[in-house]
C-alpha cells in the first residue's frame, strides 16, 4: 500500500500544475472572473506563519472559485520601497536595492513550497523600476486634474536622521530608528488632496455590505465628521491694534479670532481663547517679541502626532491679547498661545470649556485660570475639580445659565440648540467638518519612488514629460557607492542626478529629491496586478475584466489608512481614466484574519536585559520549559504575537520539510476561526500530520476495496452529500475551522463504514475534492490513487444531492417521567400510533411499566417520545 510522503508528493503535484499553468490568469469572457487578493508583504526575508496562515486563506478561496468555474485571478506582490532596507545599508554598508531584491529572492523561494495557486507570471515588486514609473505617470495625471499640491506644513521632523517622520514613526515623541525627539518644522511638502473626498469616502463606507462592521467604524472615525459652529471672538475695545499689526492680515478676519467648535453649547463655560504656535497672530508675535519666539520655538520641538500633543506637557503663553465673549461684550477673555492646538484643523483657533475638556482642564489648573461648570449629571451638582465631566453626547444632563434657555437635555440636543440659535442672532455660522487631512506623501528619502517634478529658477515647479518617465533612482554617485551612513538624503547631495535641464524651457534646473509615501506604492497595487506589463497603469481592457477585488484578505492593523488611501486611489484613477465607474470602491469584501502566536521563552540576561529563545532551543516538560543547551529553566509567556525581536517565531521551512505544505496549512485552518488568533503549537502540528498520514491510508483502502454493494452504501452516501452541503458553507462563509471539523467527522464515518466497493470510491474521492482547497498536494495524490480523471484541481466542485440530505429515517429519544431512558429509529413518516407500538415495546419501557397502562403516551414527530408512568 502507498504511504503518505509529502516530500515527494508535494514536489511531484507541484510541477504537475507548474507544467499545465494551472494558475495562470487569463481573460477570458466565457468564465465569470474572481479577483482573490492577500496584502502584499514586505521583503523583509523571512516568512513566518503569520504569512502562512493570510496566503493559505487566500489559496483556499481561489482553489474553490476555481473548482466552481470561475477565471480565477490570484497574485503576489512585494511592498519594497521604505526605510528598513535603508536602515540595512547603514548597518551593513550595503545598498537597499541589493538588500530588498536578495529579501524578495529569499521569500519567494519559501513561498513556494506552500503550494499557493498564486500566477506569479504577475509578480512585481513596488521597487521594480517598471512599476514606479508607471506610478509617476500616475502622479502627473493627478496633478493635471488638480489632485495633487504642494504648500507649507507642519511635520515631524527627526533632527538626527535629517527627515520627515509619519506620525506612525514617532514613539514617545521619539524618531523610530535614531531615538531623537522629534521636532516641528515646516517644510514645502506635496499632498493629496483626499480631504476633497472626506464625504464620498464617508457615505460610500454604507454600502460596503461584506467589509468588517470594526472596520468600517474606525475608518468612520477617521475621517471623523462634525458638526459645529464657527463664528468670531472680537478684539477688545480696549485693544490696542497696532500691538497685532491687524492691517497686515489681509487674508484673515481682522477684527476678532475666528474659532471652529464642536461643542458651542459650554461657550458659557468659556475661560480663554487658545491659539497654535502656527497661528498668524502667533507668527507675527513672534517676529517682534523674543519672549514669544522662545516659547513658540519650544513648542516645536514636540511632535505632530495627537498621542503626542495628548500625553504630552501643556504649554501656554499669555499673549496680553483680550478678546469679548460674543454673548456678553463686558466679558474679557485672555488669549493664550497653546502647544496642542493645531492649525490645520478648524481655524488653528478654540475657545477652551476646561469644566468638560480633560485637556483644556489640565492646562487652566496649571496656569490658574478659571473653571466654570455649564452642566452638571442629573443626580449630581458637584463643581469639577481635577476631572473634567464628559459624559456622552447622548446623555441628558442638567444646563446651567445656558443662553438659549436649556435646563435638561442631551449634549446632541444642546449643540443642534446652540447652533441655531447662533445663526438666528447673526453672530455664528453651523460648519460641518471633518478630521480627515490632506494626505502629506513628500519624504526626505533616497529608497522611495522620486516625484517627478523640476524646480526650475526660470519655470517655477514644473512637471517632467512623460515620455522622460521613469525618472529612475540612481544606484551610485558617479561610480562611486552612494553612502548611506551619512545623514540626511541622498539624492539632495548627488549632483549628476539632481542637476537637469528643466522639461518647458530647456535650462538648468534641479529635481524634487523627495520620495512618495510608501503608502503610495500600496494604494493602487491591486489595479496594476490586472495588467502587470502595461506601459501605461493600468490596461482598459484588463482593468475592466479583473477589478473589482472580489476577496480582499489582511491584518486589521491596516483597517485604517491602507484601506482609506487605497479607496481615494481609485477614485482618483478613476477620474484619471485608468480605472472604470464600478471600481470606485475597489475591495467588494475585505476579511480580516487573527494573528498566529507562539509562546515567548526568556530568562533574566547578565546585564539584567532579558535574553530570549526560539521554540527550537527548548525543550517543555510538565507544563515547565527548559534549555536544551543546558536543561536550566526558562520563563514562559503564552500565546504572544510571533515576532522576531522575541524569538518566538516558528520556520516555515522546517515545518514542511518536518511535516508537508499541507501540515501547516491545515494546522493553521483548522484550529480556530480565521478572524482570531491561533496558537502553533509543535503537539498540534504534529497531529494535523498524524490526520493527513490516516487521510491518505484511508483513501489507499478504498482504492484498493473489492466488497461488493450493500445496505450501508446508502447511509455513507447520505453522510457524503452532508459533508458536502456543510463543506461547501464553511468555505463561501470563512468558517475553514468548521469545515476541516466537518471533514473529521466525515474521515471517520468513511473509515468505519462497511459500504461497498463502489460507494467507498466515491465518498473517497469527494473527500479528496473537499479536501483540495486546504490539502491541494495530499487531495491531488488521493484523486490519482481513486482513478479522479486529470487534476483534482480542474474537476468540479462536488453538488450536494437534496434528496440525500432528506434522512429516511429519524431516531426519537424515550423519555420516561422526564428522563432519557431509550430511543428508537423509525420511518420519518410513520403514523403516531405505529410510534406508539414500536416505543411501548420497548424493554425499558415496559419493565418501567410493569404490566400497567402509562398515565400519558406523547408522540412529538420527528422529535421526541413522552411516558409518564
Not at 455649564?374 to 453626547?393: I, Q, S
Not at 500530520?689 to 484511508?698: D, E, F, N, Q, S
Amino acid at each position: 500500500m502507498t504511504r503518505y510522503t509529502p516530500a515527494e508528493i508535494e514536489a511531484k503535484w507541484q510541477a504537475a500544475w507548474e507544467k499545465a499553468s494551472v494558475f495562470k490568469a487569463e481573460r477570458d469572457p466565457a468564465k465569470p472572473k474572481y479577483y482573490v487578493l492577500e496584502m502584499f508583504p514586505y521583503p523583509s526575508g523571512k516568512l513566518h506563519m503569520g504569512h502562512v496562515r493570510n496566503y493559505t486563506m487566500g489559496d483556499v478561496i481561489a482553489r474553490y472559485k476555481m473548482s466552481t468555474g470561475h477565471n480565477v485571478l490570484h497574485p503576489m506582490g512585494f511592498d519594497a520601497f521604505g526605510m528598513p532596507a535603508e536602515n540595512a545599508a547603514m548597518a551593513s554598508g550595503g545598498h537597499p536595492k541589493d538588500w530588498t531584491y536578495s529579501n524578495i529572492d529569499t521569500m519567494v523561494d519559501q513561498m513556494k513550497p506552500l503550494g499557493l495557486s498564486l500566477d506569479w507570471s504577475r509578480m512585481f515588486a513596488t521597487c521594480d523600476v517598471e512599476y514606479y514609473g508607471q506610478q509617476q505617470a500616475l502622479f502627473l495625471d493627478m496633478l493635471e486634474k488638480g489632485l495633487v499640491y504642494r504648500k507649507n506644513a507642519v511635520v515631524n521632523w527627526d533632527p538626527v536622521d535629517m527627515t520627515v517622520l509619519a506620525n506612525e514613526q514617532v514613539e514617545n515623541g521619539r524618531g523610530w530608528r535614531s531615538g531623537a525627539l522629534v521636532e516641528r518644522r515646516e517644510l514645502t511638502q506635496w499632498f493629496f488632496k483626499i480631504s476633497d473626498m472626506s464625504e464620498e469616502l464617508l457615505s460610500s463606507l454604507d454600502d460596503l455590505d461584506n467589509w468588517p462592521a470594526k472596520v468600517r467604524l474606525m475608518q468612520e472615525n477617521w475621517i471623523g465628521k462634525s458638526r459645529g459652529l464657527q463664528f468670531t471672538f472680537k478684539y477688545s475695545d480696549s485693544e490696542d491694534a497696532s500691538v497685532l499689526k491687524l492691517t497686515n492680515f489681509t487674508d484673515r478676519n481682522t477684527d476678532g479670532i475666528e474659532v471652529y467648535t464642536t461643542r458651542p453649547d459650554t461657550l458659557m463655560g468659556a475661560s480663554f481663547v487658545g491659539i497654535s504656535p502656527d497661528h498668524p497672530i502667533a507668527k507675527q508675535l513672534e517676529a517682534e517679541r523674543a519672549d514669544v519666539a522662545e516659547f513658540v520655538a519650544e513648542c516645536r520641538k514636540g511632535g505632530t502626532t495627537e498621542e503626542a500633543i495628548e500625553t504630552g506637557e501643556k504649554l501656554g503663553f499669555d499673549t496680553g491679547i483680550k478678546v469679548k465673549h460674543p454673548l456678553n461684550p463686558d466679558w474679557e477673555l485672555p488669549v493664550w498661545i497653546a502647544n496642542f492646538i493645531l492649525m490645520d484643523y478648524g481655524t488653528g483657533a478654540i475657545f477652551a470649556c476646561p469644566a468638560h475638556d480633560q485637556r483644556d482642564l489640565d492646562f487652566c489648573r496649571k496656569y490658574d485660570l478659571p473653571v466654570i461648570d455649564t452642566f452638571f449629571a442629573l443626580d449630581n451638582d458637584t463643581p469639577v475639580a481635577n476631572e473634567a465631566f464628559v459624559p456622552p453626547k447622548t446623555e441628558k444632563v442638567r444646563w446651567v445659565n445656558h443662553f438659549a434657555g436649556l435646563t435638561e437635555a442631551t449634549g446632541e440636543e444642546a449643540i443642534n440648540t446652540t447652533v441655531d440659535f447662533a445663526e438666528q442672532q447673526g453672530w455664528g455660522k453651523g460648519v460641518t467638518k471633518y478630521r480627515l487631512r490632506d494626505w502629506g506623501l513628500s519624504r526626505q528619502r533616497y529608497w522611495g519612488c522620486p516625484i517627478p517634478v523640476v524646480h526650475c529658477p526660470t519655470c517655477g515647479v514644473v512637471p517632467e514629460k512623460k515620455e522622460n518617465l521613469p525618472v529612475e533612482l540612481p544606484y551610485d554617485e558617479d561610480g562611486k557607492a552612494i553612502d548611506f551612513s551619512v545623514p540626511g538624503n541622498p539624492l539632495d547631495r548627488h549632483p549628476s542626478w539632481r542637476n537637469c535641464s528643466c522639461p518647458k524651457c530647456g535650462g538648468d534646473a534641479q529635481r524634487e529629491t523627495d520620495t512618495m509615501d510608501t503608502f503610495v506604492d500600496s494604494s493602487w497595487y491591486f489595479a496594476r496586478f490586472t495588467a502587470p506589463r502595461a506601459t501605461t497603469p493600468t490596461e482598459q481592457a484588463d482593468a475592466d475584466y479583473w477589478m473589482n477585488v472580489d476577496q480582499y484578505i489582511g491584518g486589521i492593523e491596516h483597517a485604517i489608512l491602507h484601506l482609506l488611501y487605497s479607496r481615494f486611489f481609485a477614485r482618483a484613477m478613476n477620474i484619471t481614466g485608468h480605472l472604470p465607474e464600478k471600481s470606485k470602491e475597489p475591495f467588494d469584501a475585505l476579511f480580516t484574519q487573527g494573528m498566529v502566536t507562539h509562546a515567548i521563552y526568556k530568562r533574566e540576561g547578565s546585564n539584567g536585559r532579558p535574553v530570549y529563545y526560539y521554540p527550537e532551543q527548548v525543550e517543555l516538560r510538565d507544563g515547565k520549559a527548559f534549555l536544551k543547551e543546558d536543561g536550566c529553566e526558562v520563563d514562559i509567556v503564552p500565546s504572544a504575537k510571533m515576532s522576531k525581536s522575541k524569538n518566538n517565531v516558528v520556520d516555515p521551512l522546517a515545518i514542511i520539510s518536518a511535516y508537508g505544505a499541507d501540515t501547516a496549512r491545515w494546522f493553521v485552518l483548522s484550529d480556530s476561526p480565521p478572524e482570531r488568533d491561533v496558537e502553533w503549537t509543535a503537539s498540534g502540528a504534529e497531529a494535523a500530520y498524524k490526520h493527513l498520514t490516516r487521510v491518505h491510508r484511508i483513501a489507499a483502502e478504498a482504492a484498493a476495496s473489492e466488497e461488493q454493494a450493500n445496505a450501508n452504501d446508502e447511509q455513507l452516501l447520505r453522510e457524503m452529500h452532508k459533508a458536502i452541503r456543510d463543506v461547501t458553507l464553511g468555505v463561501e462563509s470563512f468558517g475553514f475551522n468548521a469545515s476541516i471539523a466537518k471533514l473529521y467527522g466525515f474521515t471517520n464515518t468513511l473509515a468505519k463504514s462497511k459500504a461497498g466497493a463502489d460507494a467507498k470510491k466515491e465518498a473517497a474521492k469527494t473527500l479528496a475534492q473537499l479536501m483540495a482547497p486546504m490539502t491541494p498536494h495530499l487531495a491531488e495524490d488521493m484523486w490519482q490513487l481513486l482513478g479522479g480523471d486529470g487534476l483534482v484541481i480542474h474537476a468540479p466542485w462536488p453538488v450536494a444531492d437534496e434528496a440525500m440530505l432528506v434522512e429516511a429515517n429519524v431516531t426519537l429519544p424515550i423519555q420516561i417521567n422526564g428522563k432519557r431512558r431509550a430511543e428508537i429509529s423509525v420511518p420519518k413518516d410513520m403514523p403516531k400510533e405505529e410510534v406508539e407500538k414500536i416505543a411501548l415495546a420497548q424493554e425499558a419501557v415496559a419493565k418501567a411499566l410493569d404490566g400497567a397502562q402509562p398515565k400519558k403516551l406523547i408522540v412529538v414527530p420527528g422529535r421526541i417520545v413522552n411516558v409518564v408512568i
